[in-house]
């Protein structure tokens, strides 16, 4: 019985540290650095190429794509906005670019399209396939011209949770990469209001929470620092989730 | 004169012999490379463990293929783990995911590096790897018997076949596919590495071998822990710190 309760106070007592040092400052510094050694091994992995999410046929589409996270926009400019089929729906791109733009659906209907079919992994561990489309973001970035000094685009979004609106980012390396497109159609329909209607970001090689939904604005800056909470996006912020989510 | 140098020579002889037998003698029974490996491999399983249960409670179905998000499609759904077997010890996806992803790599990088020193000083070959003549059915049969007296003998090399076939299923298959599944659930090196998707058969797949995996570990770890329990603990675990003597092994 003593052994028992020896036993029982040494695994409270190795809880109570691990709680202790998974939130210390020190632990963060080394989740971090694991973290950028995941995705620095991500991206040497490549040799050279860009690396390209798995894309899939049309015969392993899930029947349903889930949604999560936000599923009902629930504002009143967002539910007209809907009732209006979208019509004077625009995304802002600003920050540090030559032209900043405004672009409605056509706008972005009329550039190239891409379509992929390309598998959604959200960060608590399902995954569903779906085929999406819409113009790559290098194309709308090449429109605007982008400035040298800009290191990381920012999404701006319709939609807010219990702590705030919410909003996500990505390096210039996702920005631009081939797969990275502002999808207005899943399944060839335009999107259901719980997958992101009428905008979503798709970031192909990061978790669900780095496609932000209900797109309104794109924004180039030099740093993370004054947006937000300045860790780069809403479940970076307020959650504690990492901005690097490639794992 | 003579004489004396030929004295000299034979002690010098007598006493190299010594030597060498005090060596032979105080060889380690576990190499300093192994105990080390043993350790932090146990630290680094027991958090991975514990981190990706309450990982497990962020979504607690699992599936076989491509995709999978509802209970319907699910194999199995898995318990609850209450929060005395989880790091942290109440439900946060991110700071167990934070735990997971740091001590992936120390678990990663200390398992390659015991392989490599493993193979370089014959540890695999000479102690893990079974000989043709060990797989003979009344071989097999006699260290069965041997383990259900609890005779724990060795017969010359260091450990049984049972020992042998249980450890080299451990660092040659489990704890390796650990790593490869893991690592076929991020979408980072899905995209690195399609590959990985293939073998396993799909990103649910890999979650569903990973999760099996790690129950296999987990058992395997009380199966050991008994039986260390049952072969002289306080000599076993002695010996895993300090190195042990080889010849006390026999």
């Keep these: ?247 | 004169m003579a004489t004396d140098a030929s004295a000299i020579r034979d002690q010098a002889a007598v006493s190299e012999e010594e030597f060498s037998s005090t060596v032979r003698k105080t060889r380690k029974r576990h190499a300093l490379a192994t105990r080390i490996w043993h350790w932090v491999n146990l630290a680094s399983v027991v958090i991975l463990f514990m981190s990706g249960l309450n990982i497990s409670n962020a979504h607690r179905y699992l599936y076989w293929g491509d995709w999978g998000f509802s209970p319907d499609q699910a194999w199995l759904a898995v318990p609850r783990f209450p929060g005395w077997m989880t790091i942290p010890d109440y439900y946060s996806l991110a700071i167990a995911r934070d735990w997971h992803v740091l001590f992936a790599w120390v678990f990663a990088l200390n398992i390659t590096l015991f392989m490599i020193v493993s193979l370089a000083n014959g540890h695999f070959v000479r102690d893990l790897f079974t000989r043709a003549a060990e797989w003979r059915p009344a071989h097999i049969w006699a260290d069965i018997r041997a383990h259900l007296r609890l005779q724990f003998d060795h017969a010359g090399s260091k450990f049984n076949f049972l020992q042998k076939v249980a450890y080299s299923k451990v660092i040659f298959l489990l704890l390796p596919l650990m790593i490869f599944t893991g690592m076929a659930i991020s979408p980072g090196m899905n995209a690195a590495a399609p590959w990985l998707l293939d073998i396993f058969g799909g990103r649910q797949s890999a979650r569903s071998i990973h999760f099996l995996c790690a129950w296999a570990l987990m058992a395997f770890l009380l199966l050991h822990l008994a039986l260390v329990l049952l072969s002289g603990p306080a000599k076993q675990l002695r010996d895993m710190i300090t190195g042990g003597r080889e010849d006390a092994a026999a």
């Design chain 1, 1 to 247: 019985m003593r052994r028992r309760n020896f036993l029982a106070a040494a695994g409270a007592a190795f809880l109570a540290g691990c709680n202790k040092v998974g939130e210390s400052q020190v632990f963060g510094a080394l989740v971090d650095g694991a973290e950028s050694w995941h995705r620095g091994i991500h991206r040497a992995l490549g040799m050279g190429r860009i690396t390209m999410a798995p894309e899939y046929t049309s015969a392993d589409v899930s029947p349903f794509f889930r949604g999560n996270g936000t599923t009902e926009v629930g504002t009143p400019e967002y539910n007209a906005a809907r009732e209006a089929g979208f019509a004077d729906w625009r995304v802002a791109v600003g920050g540090l670019v030559e032209t900043p733009l405004s672009l409605s659906l056509d706008d972005l209907r009329s550039l190239p399209q891409r379509t992929q079919i390309t598998r959604h992994d959200c960060v608590e561990g399902w995954s569903a396939i779906g085929e999406w489309t819409g113009p790559q973001l290098s194309a709308v970035l090449a429109m605007a011209g982008v400035k040298p000094e800009a290191r990381f685009v920012v999404f701006r979004c319709a939609d807010s949770l219990r702590s705030g609106p919410y909003y996500e980012s990505c390096d210039m390396d996702d920005a631009l990469h081939p797969q990275t497109i502002i999808a207005h159609l899943l399944n060839g329909e335009p999107l259901p209001e719980r997958n992101g209607a009428p905008l979503r970001m798709r970031i192909e090689r990061q978790l669900g929470y780095k496609h932000p939904k209900y797109l309104t604005g794109i924004e180039l800056v030099t740093s993370l620092d004054g947006i937000g909470l300045g860790k780069g996006g809403y479940w970076e912020d307020h959650n504690g989730y990492q901005w690097y989510a490639g794992i």
